[in-house]
């Protein structure tokens, strides 16, 4: 319970609570309870407080009493202040009101002031406007009485003063006073008006009845009336210009068109002079331009005479323009002549319209500047007329000579070595027609008379491989060949041997080409020449003789435009511009021919022919103008042969182009046509079931009908090796779906087979089509040579009628794998034969023998499950050894059973690198090296030259930077080596025997100088960077190799004797100013010594930059610890080392020799022989290596023989030569760009250094003064 607290606690708790706020602390005295016993004694307590505290305001009041007698009288003083200041107030606020009140009656004074000086102005002005007014009166009156009495100019002139008194009233002009004044001269104005303008009738009349215009001088009125004083009148009156005009429309239409252009009555209207009148006449009788351009001259000469200059020159701006107009249109483009006998008179009629011409700028008149343009430009616009002509020509001809057939026929004569495969047997007979580019032509026409003409090539065969493919063309877009070669290159790799059937028919196998000799014989005896004439016949129109008709007609048209009697003619230089008639005239057939001649069933076989047999003629005449242009006396740049020969070689394979694609089209319309009729038998599934199996043998039927009714269309059309490839093209698609619906069936029952075997039976009858008889007149049957899938239908023929121990002869010691793949094999034996011991073993001998790698890669990459759009090529490691053969040949040279167990891997595939770009320099590049992983997008190629200079490159091409010249006393400054430290720094050297530091801004652009490094007598052949230590090494020709750092603080002071400086000048190359040592000069770390040759590389070890390796001319490999600055192994080889790499993932080190190979070294102690792996390919030097950054196989080698070699370690064999251990060959060569891959020894295209990086590609530069970029296809 709570404890007991006296009232004395508890009044003061509650004082201290009062006054101050304070909680009590005590805590007995916070819990302790208040009885009522207690309230006497705490109000006691509060009282006693409240006495106390008045008590001492009390005392305090009695002390501060002085100090408030005076605050009470300062503010009753500053009370009085307060009072006085309103006071002051007031009376300044009643002055202010009063002086309101004098200003208030000072402004009314002044406004009444004002008001008395504006009416006193205004009754002035009034005044003074009555007066004007009285004036203006006077004025008007006296225009009236001058007007009246005929003196029309002295009353214009007064109404002119009257305009300007009007102008002159200011604010009365809206007056109603001044109103009538006004209406009173427009009124007057008007009488004038109609006064001059009967006066003007009268002196100019245009009688539109009869036809004629009467111009007088004068004419008698009241007064006599002067054309001058009419013109000054109307001048003033400003009605001048549209009387000229409707003089102007007068005259065109009373003279100028009458006699220059045909009326409605077909009549051209003559007019006639007598005095001052000038009236048209009867027809004309003399149409020709001189007669026209004469009566123009006399128009022009009356109205030059019988009107005054006032008139006749403004008249002339419209009337010569409209005289102009229509003798242009009606006369002079008519008589624009459309050959070139009627160029003489047409140049006459020129001379007399500049005749006309040069009259009008002599009587001062204007407009005719549409003659003079019109005949300055006579020649653009007679080529334009002779283009239109042309154009106009073939349009009217072609419906009328596409109906006009005619057989022409090719003699081709040749001289065939009788060593020839063409004689090798008869398989040969169709080869003649391979190479007819290089032969001259003769052909023979057959229409009524024969003529000597050039006869068509490709409709022979020549271009079929291109035409039976015309359908891709149409499909897909052109590619470069590089990207060709790299899409395909999955398809046949290396030395595989896959027999694929052809893209497209031919007619006979390529004769092989005579050996190159160089000169020398290439046999004992060299074989006999014989000539062979090959003759063959075809059908084409009339249009392409047409056309080439007309470009003879142009051609001669030039010459004669050039003759000595047209040279100096208007038309002479448009001579060069016919030569665009040709171009313009095939275009126009290409754009019309398929109407033309869509009404002839073998409309685009025809064109095919004329585009051939044109395209021929074209070439022939080009060959022949060619020939001509030798002894023309035409300049060089109007020659035929020169300006005809770009635009004609266009167009010949515009023309070739357009007749395969028509060509194509035609073929593919015939073989869709083939197929939907085999499409009816649907896959030829259940054949044996009626009524089923009518519907294949009609399907079978109508496709032997059908290919027989298309040999009767083109037979007559085509040649005959062109017919025999057009339908060995068809029954290929025939036999190919045919085959393709026979391999989908999954099974073939007995009865199916032997039905399915009549039909191989039916279609095999197409054979008949292609029965040739030899020179011997036997008869041959050529469906295997025209037909490409033709053997392989024979063999599916046979397959479905024999046994299986007869199939699996036709794979083993047969032809059967040269026309059918494995699969497709294999697919017919399961579908025929139920499942046996027999028919397993049987597949597996079929499949072992035909395995390659290309076939293992397809099959890793469908178990990987992935689809055409992203499979990846393969290579395959059996044992360790890449497969390059098939399976069984694999196993057969390595001596392996077909039972034995075999360790197979596989990896990706190299992809070869193409050529994406190269960058020109002016000297040798002798070293490259790459910048990237900063940024993507960002990566800098570095280069350093012979001519001394390193420059930076961009991946585009774009040179970014480039050093200046080093000042080094005028020694040589060739450039052998160059590396990246780092983003901003770069170390290179050469043979000036100085390393330098260079500092590279890549925002700026610049290449500075930052340090140069002393330590060698003899030139730099190659330094190696360490960026994270900033560590330099050189190797050099003086046998040793420096150590630096690219921090200048960290390197000695570079040694006296070292410096540019201290070198005597012992020639004139030396004799230049010393070297400007604002650049640092410093001092090697440390110096490497111990080879006794050259040092050809130096390199750090990968893993620790505390140790380094070196190559020499001394066959020796060094290992060095850089810290004692000693040699801890020495590796000595049988040749001469060129360049050194490090290959980290297999512990190897990989050398350049001068052997023309590459050495693999094990620079470890513990290694047991010095050459692990010898690369042989090169047939030069190898001057520089590298390694693929995204493979640790991989390596690049460049060499003098100017290439570089991509090598995969893993390609490799056994059988080296003894101590070179395994024996590898290059998995790609890269030649330069440009060059002939054919150079053996890399004249004029050594190769001096290689990179490989993994954003960039394969960087190389060399002799050919560029740097090479090549990157795989994707990457």
């Given at each position: 319970m709570?404890?007991?607290?006296?009232?004395?606690q508890?009044?003061?708790?509650?004082?201290?609570?009062?006054?101050?706020?304070?909680?009590?602390?005590?805590?007995?005295?916070?819990?302790?309870?208040?009885?009522s016993?207690?309230?006497?004694?705490?109000?006691?307590?509060?009282?006693?407080?409240?006495?106390?505290?008045?008590?001492?305001?009390r005392?305090?009041?009695?002390?501060?009493?002085?100090?408030?007698d005076?605050?009470?009288?300062?503010?009753?003083?500053l009370?009085?202040?307060?009072?006085r200041?309103?006071?002051?107030?007031?009376?300044?606020?009643?002055?202010?009101?009063?002086?309101?009140?004098?200003?208030?009656?000072?402004?009314?004074?002044?406004?009444k002031?004002?008001?008395?000086?504006?009416?006193?102005?205004?009754?002035?002005?009034?005044?003074?406007?009555?007066?004007?007014?009285?004036?203006?009166?006077?004025?008007?009156d006296?225009?009236?009485?001058a007007?009246?009495?005929?003196?029309?100019?002295?009353a214009?002139?007064?109404?002119?003063?009257a305009?300007?008194?009007?102008q002159?009233?200011?604010?009365?002009?809206?007056?109603?006073?001044?109103?009538?004044?006004?209406n009173?001269?427009?009124?007057?104005?008007?009488?004038?008006?109609e006064?001059?303008?009967?006066?003007?009738?009268?002196l100019?009349?245009?009688?539109?009845?009869?036809?004629?215009?009467?111009?007088?001088?004068?004419?008698?009125?009241?007064?006599?009336?002067?054309?001058?004083t009419t013109?000054?009148?109307?001048?003033?009156l400003?009605?001048?210009?549209s009387?000229?005009?409707?003089?102007?429309?007068?005259?065109?239409?009373?003279?100028?068109?009458?006699r220059?252009?045909?009326g409605?009555?077909?009549?051209?209207?003559?007019?006639?002079?007598?005095?001052?009148?000038?009236q048209?006449a009867?027809?004309v009788?003399?149409?020709?331009?001189?007669?026209?351009?004469?009566?123009?001259?006399?128009?022009?000469?009356?109205?030059?005479?019988?009107?005054?200059?006032?008139?006749?020159?403004?008249?002339s701006?419209?009337?010569?323009?409209?005289?102009?107009?229509?003798l242009?249109s009606?006369?002079?483009?008519?008589?624009?002549?459309?050959s070139t006998?009627?160029?003489?008179h047409?140049?006459?009629?020129?001379?007399?319209?500049?005749g006309?011409v040069?009259y009008?700028?002599?009587?001062?008149?204007s407009?005719?500047?549409?003659?003079?343009e019109?005949?300055?430009?006579?020649?653009e616009?007679?080529l334009?007329k002779?283009k239109?002509?042309?154009i106009?020509?073939?349009?009217?001809?072609f419906?009328?000579?596409?109906?006009e057939k005619?057989?022409?026929e090719?003699?081709?004569t040749q001289v065939?070595?009788?060593?020839?495969?063409?004689h090798?047997?008869?398989?040969?007979?169709?080869?003649?027609a391979?190479?007819?580019?290089?032969e001259?032509?003769?052909?023979?026409?057959?229409?009524?008379?024969?003529e000597?003409?050039?006869?068509?090539?490709?409709?022979?065969g020549e271009?079929d491989?291109?035409?039976?493919?015309?359908l891709?063309?149409?499909?897909?877009?052109?590619?470069?060949?590089?990207a060709?070669?790299?899409?395909?290159?999955?398809?046949?790799?290396?030395d595989?041997?896959?027999t694929?059937?052809?893209?497209?028919?031919?007619?006979?196998?390529?004769?092989?080409?005579?050996p190159?000799?160089?000169?020398?014989?290439?046999?004992?005896?060299?074989?006999?020449?014989?000539?062979?004439?090959?003759?063959?016949?075809?059908?084409?129109?009339?249009?392409?003789?047409?056309?080439?008709?007309i470009?003879?007609q142009?051609?001669?048209?030039?010459?004669?435009?050039?003759?000595?009697?047209l040279v100096?003619?208007?038309?002479?230089?448009?001579?060069g511009?016919l030569?665009?008639?040709?171009s313009?005239?095939?275009?126009m057939?290409?754009?019309?021919?398929v109407?033309?001649?869509?009404?002839?069933?073998?409309s685009?076989?025809?064109?095919?022919?004329?585009?051939?047999?044109?395209s021929?003629?074209?070439?022939?005449?080009l060959?022949?103008q060619?020939e001509?242009?030798?002894?023309?006396?035409?300049?060089?740049?109007?020659?035929?042969?020169?300006?005809?020969?770009?635009?004609?070689?266009?167009?010949?394979?515009?023309?070739?182009?357009?007749?395969?694609?028509a060509?194509?089209r035609?073929m593919e319309?015939?073989?869709?046509?083939?197929?939907?009729?085999?499409?009816d038998?649907?896959?030829?599934?259940?054949?044996?079931?009626v009524?089923?199996?009518?519907?294949?043998?009609d399907?079978?039927?109508?496709?032997?009908?059908?290919?027989?009714?298309?040999?009767?269309?083109?037979?007559?059309?085509l040649?005959?090796s062109?017919?025999?490839?057009?339908?060995g093209?068809?029954v290929?698609?025939?036999?190919?779906?045919?085959?393709?619906?026979?391999?989908?069936m999954?099974?073939?029952?007995e009865?199916?087979?032997?039905?399915?075997?009549?039909?191989?039976?039916?279609?095999?009858?197409?054979?008949?089509?292609?029965?040739t008889?030899d020179?011997?007149?036997?008869?041959?049957?050529m469906?295997?040579?025209?037909t490409?899938n033709w053997?392989?239908?024979?063999?599916?023929?046979?397959?479905?009628?024999?046994?299986?121990?007869?199939?699996k002869?036709?794979?083993t010691?047969?032809?059967l794998k040269?026309?059918?793949?494995?699969?497709e094999?294999?697919g017919?034996?399961?579908a025929?034969?139920?499942?046996?011991?027999?028919?397993r073993?049987?597949?597996?001998?079929?499949?072992?023998?035909?395995?390659?790698?290309?076939?293992?890669?397809?099959?890793v990459?469908?178990l990987?499950h992935?689809?055409?759009?992203?499979?990846?090529?393969?290579?395959?490691?059996?044992?360790?050894?890449?497969l390059?053969?098939t399976?069984?040949?694999?196993?057969?040279?390595?001596g392996?059973?077909?039972?034995s167990?075999?360790?197979?891997?596989?990896?990706?595939?190299?992809?070869?690198?193409?050529?994406?770009?190269?960058?020109?320099h002016?000297?040798?590049?002798?070293?490259?090296?790459?910048?990237?992983?900063?940024?993507?997008?960002?990566?800098r190629?570095?280069?350093?030259?012979?001519?001394?200079?390193?420059?930076?490159?961009?991946?585009?091409?774009?040179?970014l930077?480039?050093s200046?010249?080093?000042?080094?006393?005028?020694?040589?400054?060739s450039?052998?080596?160059?590396?990246?430290?780092?983003?901003?720094k770069?170390?290179?050297?050469?043979?000036?025997?100085?390393?330098?530091?260079?500092k590279?801004?890549?925002?700026?652009?610049?290449?500075?100088?930052?340090?140069?490094l002393?330590?060698?007598?003899?030139?730099?052949?190659?330094?190696?960077v360490?960026?994270?230590?900033s560590?330099?090494?050189?190797?050099?020709?003086?046998?040793?190799?420096?150590?630096?750092?690219?921090?200048?603080?960290?390197?000695?002071?570079?040694?006296?004797?070292?410096?540019p400086s201290?070198?005597?000048?012992?020639?004139?190359?030396?004799?230049?100013?010393?070297?400007?040592?604002?650049?640092?000069?410093?001092?090697?770390?440390?110096?490497?010594?111990?080879h006794?040759?050259?040092v050809?590389?130096?390199?750090?070890?990968?893993?620790?930059?505390?140790v380094?390796?070196?190559?020499?001319?001394?066959?020796?490999?060094?290992?060095?610890?850089?810290?004692?600055?000693s040699?801890?192994d020495t590796?000595?080889?049988g040749?001469?080392?060129?360049?050194?790499c490090?290959?980290?993932?297999?512990?190897?080190?990989?050398?350049?020799?001068?052997?023309?190979?590459?050495?693999?070294?094990d620079?470890?102690?513990?290694a047991?022989?010095?050459?692990?792996?010898?690369?042989?390919?090169?047939?030069?030097g190898?001057?520089?290596?590298?390694?693929?950054?995204?493979?640790?196989?991989?390596?690049?080698?460049?060499?003098?023989?100017?290439?570089?070699?991509?090598?995969?370690?893993?390609?490799?064999?056994?059988?080296?030569q003894?101590?070179e251990?395994?024996?590898g060959?290059?998995?790609?060569t890269?030649?330069?760009?440009?060059?002939?891959?054919a150079?053996?020894?890399?004249?004029?295209?050594?190769?001096?250094?290689v990179?490989?990086?993994?954003?960039v590609?394969?960087?190389?530069?060399?002799?050919?003064?560029?740097?090479q970029?090549n990157?795989?296809?994707?990457?």
């Amino acid at each position: 319970m709570p404890s007991q607290v006296s009232d004395h606690q508890l009044g003061d708790a509650l004082l201290q609570s009062a006054a101050h706020g304070a909680f009590p602390q005590d805590e007995h005295v916070a819990s302790a309870t208040v009885p009522s016993s207690a309230l006497p004694k705490l109000l006691e307590v509060v009282a006693k407080a409240r006495e106390d505290t008045k008590n001492e305001v009390r005392k305090l009041s009695t002390e501060a009493a002085p100090d408030v007698d005076g605050w009470i009288a300062q503010a009753r003083k500053l009370q009085d202040d307060i009072k006085r200041s309103q006071e002051t107030a007031k009376d300044i606020v009643k002055q202010a009101e009063a002086g309101k009140e004098n200003t208030a009656r000072v402004q009314d004074a002044a406004s009444k002031v004002s008001l008395l000086h504006t009416e006193i102005a205004y009754n002035e002005s009034l005044a003074q406007a009555v007066e004007q007014l009285r004036d203006i009166s006077t004025l008007l009156d006296s225009a009236q009485n001058a007007a009246v009495h005929g003196h029309v100019i002295h009353a214009i002139q007064i109404l002119e003063d009257a305009d300007g008194a009007f102008q002159r009233l200011g604010p009365f002009t809206t007056t109603r006073v001044v109103g009538v004044l006004k209406n009173k001269e427009e009124l007057l104005k008007k009488a004038i008006v109609e006064t001059v303008t009967e006066s003007w009738n009268g002196l100019i009349s245009v009688d539109n009845t009869s036809h004629r215009i009467a111009l007088h001088q004068s004419i008698e009125r009241e007064a006599k009336v002067d054309i001058n004083t009419t013109i000054e009148a109307l001048t003033k009156l400003g009605l001048l210009d549209s009387f000229v005009t409707r003089l102007s429309r007068d005259l065109d239409r009373v003279i100028i068109f009458p006699r220059l252009a045909m009326g409605t009555d077909r009549v051209v209207s003559a007019f006639e002079i007598q005095e001052d009148v000038i009236q048209r006449a009867g027809p004309v009788n003399d149409g020709r331009i001189k007669a026209t351009l004469e009566d123009i001259h006399l128009l022009v000469e009356f109205l030059s005479t019988r009107l005054p200059p006032s008139i006749a020159v403004p008249l002339s701006s419209k009337v010569i323009p409209i005289v102009a107009s229509r003798l242009i249109s009606n006369l002079l483009l008519p008589a624009v002549p459309l050959s070139t006998e009627g160029i003489p008179h047409f140049q006459e009629s020129l001379s007399y319209v500049l005749g006309l011409v040069e009259y009008l700028d002599e009587l001062g008149w204007s407009g005719q500047n549409r003659l003079a343009e019109w005949v300055d430009k006579s020649a653009e616009i007679w080529l334009a007329k002779q283009k239109e002509h042309a154009i106009s020509r073939v349009q009217a001809m072609f419906p009328k000579t596409v109906r006009e057939k005619k057989t022409v026929e090719r003699v081709e004569t040749q001289v065939i070595s009788k060593g020839d495969a063409l004689h090798a047997g008869d398989e040969q007979e169709d080869d003649w027609a391979a190479d007819w580019d290089e032969e001259g032509e003769v052909t023979e026409e057959k229409k009524q008379t024969v003529e000597d003409e050039e006869e068509d090539m490709s409709a022979w065969g020549e271009d079929d491989d291109v035409v039976d493919d015309e359908l891709k063309e149409q499909e897909t877009k052109e590619k470069p060949a590089d990207a060709e070669d790299a899409d395909d290159w999955g398809a046949d790799w290396d030395d595989e041997t896959d027999t694929k059937p052809a893209a497209s028919p031919k007619p006979a196998r390529t004769i092989p080409e005579q050996p190159k000799t160089n000169g020398k014989p290439a046999s004992q005896k060299q074989p006999a020449n014989q000539e062979v004439t090959l003759r063959e016949t075809y059908t084409v129109t009339a249009i392409p003789d047409a056309i080439m008709e007309i470009i003879l007609q142009v051609i001669a048209e030039v010459d004669t435009l050039n003759s000595p009697e047209l040279v100096k003619s208007a038309i002479a230089p448009a001579s060069g511009g016919l030569y665009a008639i040709p171009s313009l005239l095939l275009a126009m057939y290409r754009a019309t021919a398929v109407m033309h001649y869509s009404k002839d069933v073998a409309s685009n076989m025809l064109i095919y022919n004329d585009c051939q047999r044109l395209s021929d003629r074209l070439r022939l005449f080009l060959q022949d103008q060619a020939e001509k242009d030798q002894t023309s006396a035409l300049p060089q740049h109007l020659q035929p042969s020169k300006r005809l020969k770009p635009m004609l070689e266009s167009d010949i394979k515009s023309v070739d182009g357009f007749g395969k694609r028509a060509y194509g089209r035609e073929m593919e319309s015939q073989r869709q046509i083939i197929r939907d009729h085999l499409e009816d038998a649907q896959g030829f599934q259940g054949c044996t079931n009626v009524p089923f199996a009518t519907v294949c043998d009609d399907a079978i039927a109508t496709t032997i009908d059908r290919i027989g009714d298309v040999k009767r269309q083109w037979q007559n059309v085509l040649s005959h090796s062109a017919l025999l490839q057009s339908l060995g093209s068809l029954v290929s698609a025939a036999l190919t779906k045919f085959v393709t619906d026979v391999e989908d069936m999954s099974d073939i029952a007995e009865d199916e087979s032997r039905k399915l075997h009549g039909y191989c039976v039916s279609l095999a009858t197409l054979s008949q089509h292609f029965q040739t008889e030899d020179g011997n007149g036997e008869t041959r049957d050529m469906a295997g040579i025209y037909t490409p899938n033709w053997f392989k239908f024979q063999y599916l023929s046979e397959i479905l009628d024999s046994s299986l121990a007869d199939i699996k002869y036709f794979w083993t010691d047969g032809e059967l794998k040269l026309e059918m793949e494995a699969d497709e094999v294999v697919g017919l034996i399961e579908a025929l034969f139920a499942p046996s011991d027999h028919r397993r073993r049987a597949i597996a001998e079929i499949r072992r023998t035909t395995l390659t790698r290309h076939k293992l890669s397809t099959l890793v990459n469908e178990l990987l499950h992935r689809d055409d759009d992203s499979r990846i090529p393969f290579d395959i490691l059996i044992n360790g050894e890449f497969l390059r053969t098939t399976i069984d040949e694999f196993l057969t040279k390595n001596g392996i059973n077909a039972e034995s167990t075999l360790d197979v891997e596989y990896t990706r595939a190299l992809v070869p690198p193409l050529n994406v770009t190269s960058f020109e320099h002016d000297d040798w590049v002798s070293a490259v090296d790459v910048l990237s992983g900063v940024q993507s997008g960002q990566e800098r190629i570095l280069s350093a030259s012979y001519d001394g200079l390193v420059r930076v490159w961009n991946t585009s091409g774009d040179v970014l930077a480039t050093s200046e010249a080093p000042n080094n006393g005028g020694r040589i400054t060739s450039l052998k080596t160059a590396k990246w430290l780092s983003e901003k720094k770069m170390v290179a050297a050469g043979l000036d025997n100085t390393v330098r530091v260079y500092k590279y801004d890549d925002d700026a652009r610049t290449i500075t100088t930052a340090l140069e490094l002393f330590n060698h007598r003899w030139g730099v052949e190659d330094v190696a960077v360490h960026g994270p230590s900033s560590r330099i090494l050189s190797a050099s020709s003086d046998t040793t190799i420096s150590l630096f750092s690219s921090n200048a603080k960290e390197n000695p002071v570079a040694p006296p004797n070292f410096l540019p400086s201290s070198n005597a000048a012992s020639n004139k190359r030396q004799k230049l100013s010393k070297p400007d040592r604002t650049v640092p000069a410093r001092g090697a770390l440390a110096t490497f010594s111990g080879h006794n040759s050259p040092v050809s590389s130096v390199i750090f070890k990968p893993d620790d930059a505390t140790v380094a390796y070196s190559a020499s001319h001394d066959h020796t490999l060094k290992t060095w610890d850089l810290p004692t600055q000693s040699c801890v192994d020495t590796r000595t080889t049988g040749h001469s080392l060129l360049s050194l790499c490090a290959i980290p993932s297999r512990n190897l080190l990989a050398t350049g020799t001068s052997a023309r190979h590459i050495t693999l070294i094990d620079p470890r102690a513990s290694a047991t022989q010095i050459s692990v792996m010898t690369l042989r390919g090169h047939k030069n030097g190898v001057v520089s290596l590298d390694t693929d950054p995204s493979s640790e196989y991989n390596l690049a080698s460049a060499s003098h023989d100017g290439t570089v070699q991509i090598w995969d370690l893993r390609n490799v064999s056994t059988g080296g030569q003894v101590g070179e251990g395994m024996t590898g060959e290059s998995v790609y060569t890269i030649y330069r760009q440009g060059r002939d891959a054919a150079k053996s020894h890399g004249e004029g295209a050594k190769v001096f250094s290689v990179r490989w990086d993994r954003a960039v590609g394969i960087v190389s530069g060399g002799e050919d003064k560029r740097v090479q970029i090549n990157r795989a296809l994707g990457s």
